[in-house]
């Protein structure tokens, strides 16, 4: 399995709904990544993960609190989300945070906050 | 400022026709570099990497440190090439950033 497996494909939510985004890889990967995508815009990197320890918080506001409960599997946590919110949520993984290491993306949760 | 610039939002060149998509970046130390791409409907994909030194699909990607650039090449452009290509500086371990992209349109 080589590919970065992001669930649910599509998410719309109230803002005072509590949901979560899956991220799942099993290629033997150690760091792994959550970035932000507007329309039009760039990925934004929110945190990553290093040997299951968060290593790098963007100054994300606390109404996203990610978790990486083991080495396959990365969960983003969704809490009074405000429409601003809205956005492509991109998971990606990488062989370890080495400079050298590609990152490897899935096809994101495009998050709607109504 | 540490930073990436890609400045063309938007290039479109005849089928055929060389391809340069220009970024520059300013970052301390030394940087990691790559080329990502993203076609119509599918997921960011890593296209090339400096260490790499190598041609995938026909692109090559040169890093000139006096200018501080990692500009990418094509000699003759394909239809199938056309997509959102991001210039992403990797400048230490864990944080990979991204510039704000170039469409590349090649028209028939």
């Known amino acids: 399995d080589t590919e970065v497996t992001q669930t649910p494909k599509h998410l719309v939510m109230g803002m005072t709904n509590k949901k979560s985004l899956k991220c799942e890889q099993h290629?033997?990967?150690?760091?792994m990544y959550w970035y932000k995508q507007k329309a039009k815009k760039p990925p934004e990197l929110m945190f990553v993960y290093s040997y299951e320890k968060l290593s790098i918080n963007e100054s994300v506001p606390s109404r996203f609190s990610p978790e990486c409960p083991n080495s396959s599997l990365l969960n983003l946590h969704l809490h009074a989300l405000q429409p601003e919110d809205s956005a492509l949520y991109l998971c990606a993984s990488s062989q370890d945070s080495g400079l050298r290491s590609p990152l490897h993306f899935g096809n994101g949760t495009r998050l709607t906050v109504t | 400022a540490q930073r990436v610039t890609q400045p063309e939002k938007l290039l479109s060149v005849f089928k055929g026709a060389p391809v340069e998509l220009k970024c520059n970046y300013s970052?301390?130390?030394?940087?990691?570099l790559f080329w990502y791409v993203q076609y119509s409907r599918q997921r960011l994909q890593l296209l090339l990497r400096h260490i790499s030194r190598e041609s995938i699909k026909g692109f090559t990607a040169d890093l000139n440190k006096g200018e501080t650039s990692f500009h990418l090449k094509k000699p003759f452009a394909q239809e199938e090439d056309s997509a959102m290509y991001y210039c992403?500086?990797?400048?230490?371990?864990?944080?990979?950033?991204f510039g704000a992209g170039t469409i590349l349109r090649v028209k028939s």
């Open positions: 290629m033997g990967h150690r760091a």
């Open positions: 970052y301390s130390g030394s940087p990691e």
């Open positions: 992403a500086p990797r400048p230490y371990g864990n944080k990979l950033v």
